[in-house]
């Protein structure tokens, strides 16, 4: 037997083209989770579990720091930026720091840490500086963002945090210039929508693939911020990145479809990297 008569003859192959080209007038195909599999045997897209890259956190600081710098011009918010970047830097001298519009970024060796300076502000809520735009002061409310995410990871089996951190893993490995939080928003709307979000982690190949064909569709739009009644602009920056894992993740899915796991776990590790197994067992 030659090595090309290993592949399925059946018309999967052909099927998968069909949809791609569907995917290319702007169609996708039936995301209903089928009806029987070859056999029991699942790789699990993003299954196993990974250290987190990144660190999102909020830098209390007292009330009379924001006096201070609302009694100067210009753009404070990016003036209040630097200035904690000066002090981060001095205490961290081998590691690099830097300003990236809301947050100040520290590069561990092992882990990023997204600084956040922000001002305790009436009913649970927090004032953070905004750089962009000439600068301006903005109310946050991450209790209502979390609040929502618990609420829809509930209904979801728990299925929410286990999609985001996936998301954020192929975010970092890819450099994917997408917020986390946006992520999470994101996948919150995704997964209740899409029917069939509480099934158990043996359907997380479909999650990721139908949540890069979603997100694909998002570019240039607008996420709803939680609590404060605020819009978030998307962008496009991160689409070309999207629609490669998107078009990969058709890929795997087919040949876990028929039983390919280490074929399909190559795929796989175009999108997450190679520490995701290429066989999850």
């Known amino acids: 037997m030659e ?4 592949r399925p003859r059946e018309d999967g192959a052909e099927a998968e083209l069909l949809q791609a080209r569907q995917r290319r007038r ?6 209903r ?13 993003g299954r196993r579990a990974l250290r987190p890259l990144d660190v999102d956190s909020f830098f209390f600081l007292p009330a009379d720091v924001k006096g201070r710098f609302d009694q100067r011009s210009g753009n404070v918010q990016s003036q209040l930026l630097q200035e904690v970047k000066g002090v981060l830097e001095a205490t961290y001298p081998q590691t690099r720091v830097r300003g990236d519009g809301q947050v ?18 009436y009913g649970g809520s927090f004032i953070m500086p905004d750089t962009n735009t000439g600068g301006r002061w903005k109310n946050v409310d991450p209790w209502s963002q979390l609040a929502q ?29 997408l917020k986390s939080f946006a992520i999470e928003l994101l996948v919150t709307e995704f997964l209740p929508a899409r029917g069939w979000g509480d099934q ?26 939680p609590g404060t009644g605020e819009v978030y602009w998307l962008g496009s920056d991160w689409l070309q990145k999207a629609q490669a894992a998107r078009d990969i ?27 995701t197994p290429i066989h999850a067992r």
């Open 3 to 6: 090595v090309g008569d290993l």
């Open 149 to 177: 995410v618990d609420r829809t990871d509930r209904a979801m089996n728990g299925n929410i945090r286990a999609l985001c951190q996936t998301m954020k893993h192929w975010r970092n490995e890819k450099n994917v210039p």
């Open 249 to 275: 993740a058709v890929a795997a899915c087919h040949w876990e479809y028929h039983d390919y796991d280490v074929t399909a776990g190559q795929e796989w590790q175009k999108i997450f990297g190679t520490r």
């Open 33 to 45: 989770l089928p009806a029987r599999r070859r056999s029991g045997r699942r790789r699990h897209a």
């Open 200 to 225: 158990s982690t043996f359907w997380y190949d479909y999650y990721v693939r139908d949540f890069l064909q979603y997100l694909c569709g998002r570019a240039d739009t607008y996420v709803a911020i």
């Open 104 to 121: 100040v970024v520290v590069a561990f060796n092992t882990v990023t840490l997204e600084i956040v300076p922000v001002f305790q502000a």
């Open 26 to 31: 702007g169609e996708w195909p039936d995301t």
